[in-house]
């Protein structure tokens, strides 16, 4: 029987996200509903994605009994909110990065999971790419020796008139939660198992109060490093390096959500699933990996996924809160 997807939102990931599990196969994932904030929005949502029942609202989603799975795929700022309401109706979920906006809302997510006994997942959708996998097989198979040292960059320039979702404190806005959480993510999946024993971050605030640029080091155990840099003022080369004692690995860009390696050995390219659809993201046919990831879990009666446990979200968002505090970035939801 076909995982029935719930679909949390109507803005452009959920698009993709829907472009991207219909290149699996309809008999293993079928879109069933689409809520959003208004009837009317989810109904034209529902009209041009041809999705068979839409709904006004979160909790009429959350009802219905033929919904095995949700996707997550509003603002930041909602995220913990809806996921409780899908938990507390003994939903699957799939929650878009960040699931939370800080520490204290990730354990109210992970602890309510854990105590319905209901698999919920945050949605780092890089862990699940083919190119991230065979990184970290070859990473296992010592073909760089002692990885030393992971370099992430991750910066674009928002403009003159930058989305209010990046740029607004109410909105959890800003470099740190929006991208920093993949350069923060490669270095914890370069390192699994180590946590930072020292984090080191400057950076800068814009008048709205959220970050524009910060500068990151994580020191690990044994002198292992991660220098990683995030900017929504700048183009970085938005790439990463996993550097071995016998060679490097370069993850090039888009580093995230990669579809090649460049290694010591020479560079293996990756395909994506074909899709006609258009997307608004870059390679966002790759969505569909974490998909199919949940519903392998869902056949295999798991609560929580190997390759992205809870305490794998809770240990980024550690990172990410201290990395706030040193910056002195406060949300609302912080108070």
């Given at each position: 029987m ?10 452009r ?30 109904q ?7 999705i068979?029942?839409a ?19 509003t ?40 105590e319905?006994?209901?698999f919920?997942?945050e ?62 993510t ?15 971050a400057?950076?800068n605030?814009l008048e ?22 995030i ?44 899709s ?15 998909a ?7 056949v295999?009666?798991q ?13 980024v968002m ?18």
């Open positions: 076909a995982t029935r997807w719930g679909i949390c939102g109507a803005g990931i959920a698009h993709d996200f829907i472009a991207a599990v219909r290149t699996l196969p309809s008999t293993e994932h079928q879109i069933l509903a689409v809520a959003a904030r208004s009837l009317d929005r989810a034209q949502f529902a009209t041009g994605h041809s068979p029942k709904y006004g609202s979160y909790e009429d989603l959350a009802k219905d009994p033929n919904v095995d799975a949700v996707y997550v795929g603002v930041h700022t909602t995220h913990v909110d809806i996921a409780v309401l899908m938990i507390e109706h003994m939903k699957a979920v799939l929650c878009e990065k960040p699931i939370g906006v800080n520490l204290k809302e990730v354990r109210r997510l992970t602890s309510l999971a854990r319905k006994n209901t919920l997942m949605g780092l959708w890089s862990r699940f790419f083919p190119a991230w996998i065979e990184l970290e097989n070859r990473i296992k198979s010592g073909a760089i020796g002692d990885v030393r040292l992971v370099m992430a960059n991750f910066g674009f320039n928002v403009g003159s008139d930058p989305p209010e979702r990046l740029i607004k404190s109410e909105l959890a806005g800003g470099a740190v939660l929006d991208i920093g959480i993949y350069a923060v490669v270095a914890s999946f370069v390192f699994p198992g180590l946590k930072p024993e020292k984090i080191v400057a950076g605030l709205t109060g959220v970050d524009e640029q910060v500068g990151i080091t994580l020191v690990y155990p044994g002198g292992k490093l991660a220098n990683l840099c900017s929504l003022g700048a183009d970085l080369p938005r790439d990463a390096f996993i550097i071995g004692s016998k060679g490097t690995i370069k993850i090039p860009f888009p580093f995230w959500c990669p579809t090649k390696l460049e290694t010591p050995s020479g560079d293996v390219e990756f395909s994506l699933p074909e006609d659809a258009s997307f608004n993201f870059v390679n966002s046919a790759g969505l569909c990996y974490q199919a990831e949940v519903r392998k879990c869902l295999a009666g609560k929580e996924c190997d390759r992205m446990p809870l305490s794998e979200t809770e240990s550690e990172i990410l809160d201290e990395i706030r505090r040193q910056i002195g970035l406060v949300y609302p939801q912080d108070m």
